[in-house]
């Protein structure tokens, strides 16, 4: 995957860059917003890491700029702890999420993995991986055409899961996404509610589907 | 300094006055002048004329004799016309005026002898037989000039008044602005707690400086939490940092194998993870305290968020060996940031999660009065100490009990700030139940239950 980099903090472009490249992604990196602008509309690349506060150009104005222009590019925003609040707006501007420095890498990964991903989609009426499948609209799940019984926000649990099968997703993103929970709380929310969904769908069905990924998440996938 | 007073606004607007009543005095004084001047004029001819009718009465009676005897008596009388002439194909007859050219109706004699300035009516009781009748125009100047000297003496007294008046109102303003000023510059040299006097006439000057005050505390209150927040990163950022450091020092002297380096990193990341969460934490109450986000309030129904929460949290509790439950008394809603209330709800209910024992009950509870709608966290644990109340809710401060847990006792001074930005007072259980309770009284904004969660 091509990926554009604007960032203007060099030491964090160069984490980042090494990163993603060791990942097998070809990273291209610009440091000012008005250079990422051009860049961005040569549109070579699969998803854009913008950082917030750029020289030149702020990255919420190119990013803003280039929706207007009606590019469809997957964006990740980056900004600093002290810009919480910077959020929504970033993702009313048109970001597609939005990652607060300083950051694991494998938590910028995940999230690039999953915005990339969710721009080739449609909306899906049923999710399905392996024997398991679930129907969003009338909400029921079911594994191997066993109905599960689930709880609202399992229901929400599973179906971000699955969404994203296949791909790693990490602790703060399940809290964003699922509980709607913006900083980090001191209970194990997730690993309560994910052991509770493990024990409904994966005890006695054989494979297990969710598993957890050392140091990264959580992955859904059919071994 | 002293002239200073000329550069205020009030003594320029006095200036201003004092010139629109200098000129309208002038206005109404040329305007005396003119009608003044006009009047007496008129009068004069109004006299010779009389003079002039008397004298052809006596001619037309009996001739140029009779005509020349009333001349002469008239000439005797005071307080008519003063100079006479009579004069036949240019002739003098009678008068005392030197002859003169012949020309009948208002004929002023500008300049006629020293000292004179004659007005007069001329007439030809028959032809070539010439009359003329006039009187001297100075006494008509001397009470001109005693007019024009009492407008002189009330141009004088108005400006005196305009100026003078001008002087005491700019001066007043003056030491007032310069109050203010002596204020501004002992807050500029450090007195924080200077204010600008109040003099309690309610007037434009007073509201100003009460505006003026009010923003200084306001301002001053930012300084406060600037300087607590600084306080607290300098002092409580140390403890991890000098932990962390400690640490690595000793990953250096004992790790042996690759894999001693590994674990000694991982769990030096984590650690710089619990300080950077510090940070975001101290960063967020100081946001949250300075009112940034009263901007994206909107409406919240409190009995979809009361429940959301007790979701996430119901099977947490469980696990735990506790007991999370909601009562809905009643439906309310609120106006405001639904992401912190989660974040107020979520610390108050980690809390009683973390900091009772197993087997604690603990209880969600939405009711309402007629103007608040209350939300309360309880639980039947150990609670706290009475005298330890006030305390709880101050930024860092960690009960003895709980200090063997991680954190850094931010999370009830987050509550705090939280609630104060949503106007809702904190109130804690002071009854002889066990365990803590935490009520919440928030300002209730719309009427019926209906909102938005």
């Known amino acids: 995957m091509k990926i554009l980099l604007i960032e203007d903090d060099r030491e964090t472009a160069g984490h980042i860059v090494h990163g993603l490249e060791s990942q097998g992604h070809s990273v291209e990196q610009v440091h000012d917003g008005i250079e990422g602008l051009a860049q961005a509309r040569a549109g070579e690349h699969s998803a854009l890491i913008v950082d917030r506060m750029l020289p030149g150009m702020d990255g919420l104005s190119l990013v803003k700029q280039l929706r207007t222009e009606g590019r469809q590019i997957p964006v990740l925003f980056l900004t600093t702890m002290s810009g919480l609040d910077d959020r929504v707006a970033g993702l009313e501007g048109g970001g597609d999420d939005y990652l607060v420095k300083p950051f694991a890498f494998s938590e910028l990964l995940a999230r690039v993995n999953a915005i990339t991903r969710r721009h080739g989609e449609g909306e899906p009426t049923k999710l399905r991986v392996a024997d398991l499948e679930m129907d969003l609209i009338r909400r029921t799940a079911s594994r191997g055409g066993k109905g599960i019984d689930l709880q609202p926000q399992e229901f929400r649990l599973l179906e971000y899961l699955l969404r994203n099968a296949g791909r790693v997703v990490t602790r703060t993103m399940l809290l964003e996404n699922v509980w709607d929970l913006h900083f980090d709380p001191r209970t194990n929310i997730v690993e309560t509610h994910l052991s509770r969904l493990r024990s409904k769908i994966d005890r006695g069905f054989g494979a297990e589907l969710i598993h957890t990924v050392r140091g990264a998440g959580y992955i859904l996938r059919a071994d | 300094m002293r002239i200073r007073f000329l550069y205020t606004e009030a003594f320029r607007l006095s200036a201003i006055y004092a010139g629109i009543f200098a000129l309208s005095v002038l206005a109404l004084g040329s305007v005396v002048f003119v009608m003044t001047d006009r009047a007496f004029r008129d009068q004069v001819v109004l006299f010779s004329r009389a003079d002039i009718a008397a004298m052809r009465n006596g001619f037309d009676a009996e001739g140029v004799k009779e005509a020349r005897e009333v001349l002469q008596q008239i000439m005797g009388k005071p307080g008519e016309s003063d100079f006479f002439l009579l004069q036949k194909d240019g002739k003098k007859i009678a008068g005392n005026l030197p002859p003169m050219p012949a020309q009948s109706g208002i004929v002023p004699l500008p300049g006629s002898g020293p000292g004179h300035d004659i007005l007069g009516v001329g007439d030809f009781l028959e032809p070539g037989l010439y009359v003329y009748a006039g009187s001297d125009l100075q006494r008509v100047h001397a009470a001109e000039r005693e007019i024009l000297q009492a407008l002189a003496w009330l141009f004088a007294l108005a400006m005196l008044l305009a100026i003078g008046g001008g002087t005491l109102v700019s001066r ?131 009995g979809p968020l009361l429940t959301h929460v007790r979701d996430m949290f119901g099977a947490v509790a469980e696990a735990s060996g506790h007991h999370l439950e909601l009562k809905l ?12 209330i989660i974040q107020l709800l979520t610390n108050l209910t980690e809390n009683a999660i ?25 639980d039947d644990g150990p609670g706290v100490p009475r005298e330890e109340h006030d305390k709880l809710f101050q930024r860092l401060y960690r009960r003895e009990a709980s200090r063997s847990r991680p954190g850094y006792g931010l999370g009830l001074s987050l509550v705090a700030a939280i609630a104060e930005l949503h106007g809702a007072d904190i109130s804690l259980r002071d009854d002889s139940a066990p365990g803590l309770g935490v009520t919440l009284s928030f300002p209730v904004t719309l009427p019926t239950a209906q909102g938005t969660g």
């Open chain 2, 329 to 340: 008394q009643a439906e309310a809603a609120i106006r405001g940031d639904r992401a912190l």
């Open chain 2, 172 to 302: 007043s303003f003056l030491q007032r602005s310069d109050a203010m000023a002596r204020a501004c510059r002992a807050i500029m040299d450090g007195d924080l707690k200077a204010r600008i006097p109040v003099r309690g006439a309610y007037d434009e000057l007073d509201r100003l400086a009460g505006t003026i005050n009010e923003m200084l505390d306001r301002i001053a209150a930012l300084m406060e939490n600037l300087r607590q927040v600084t306080n607290d990163i300098a002092h409580d950022l140390r403890t991890p940092v000098s932990h962390l450091r400690q640490r690595l020092e000793r990953a250096r002297e004992d790790s042996h194998e690759a894999e001693d380096y590994a674990e000694a990193l991982s769990a030096a990341i984590e650690k710089t993870d619990e300080i950077l969460q510090l940070f975001a934490s101290l960063l967020r109450i100081a946001q949250i305290e300075g009112g940034a986000r009263r901007a994206d309030f909107s409406p919240i129904a409190l």
């Open chain 2, 354 to 378: 973390l900091h009772t024992p197993e087997g604690t009950n603990i209880s969600l509870l939405l009711s309402r009065t007629d103007e608040r709608a209350l939300i309360t966290v309880s």
